[in-house]
Nanobody, 120 residues
Framework: QVQLVESGGGLVQPGGSLVLSCKAS????????INWFRQAPGKEREGVSC????????YYADSVKGRFTISRDNTKSAVYLRMNNLKPDDTAIYYC?????????????WGQGTQVTVSS
């Protein structure tokens, strides 16, 4: 059974940090790029970051560059999104998806999402 499970969300004050995890099972993780996107109420879906399968090339939205870092551990079939200096605009549900090999591909698998709330 294919699964992508996000965790690590929560309530954090502005300027704080969180680390989101996306753990995969049921498919060959090494062959997939892993993408994070977020959805806030009343806003369009926004691609946040992606890491490719082969050479680990990373991509970031301009809104999170310099604050977020994506990494992967193929031995654990997991991708991590470290989020520093969080802002209220980062409040959203964060989802991870799996794309074959490259970040430009379509989404084959989806997680259920984890809520991130940035508020004082």
């Amino acid at each position: 059974q294919v699964q992508l499970v996000e965790s690590g969300g929560g309530l954090v004050q502005p300027g704080g940090s969180l680390v989101l995890s996306c753990k995969a099972s049921g498919f060959t993780f090494d062959y997939y790029a892993i993408n994070w996107f977020r959805q806030a109420p009343g806003k369009e879906r926004e691609g946040v970051s992606c890491i490719s399968s082969s050479d680990g090339t990373t991509y970031y939205a301009d809104s999170v560059k310099g604050r977020f870092t994506i990494s992967r551990d193929n031995t654990k079939s997991a991708v991590y999104l470290r989020m520093n200096n969080l802002k209220p605009d980062d409040t959203a549900i964060y989802y991870c998806t799996a794309k074959p090999y490259y970040c430009s591909g379509s989404d084959d698998y989806w997680g259920q999402g984890t809520q991130v709330t940035v508020s004082s």
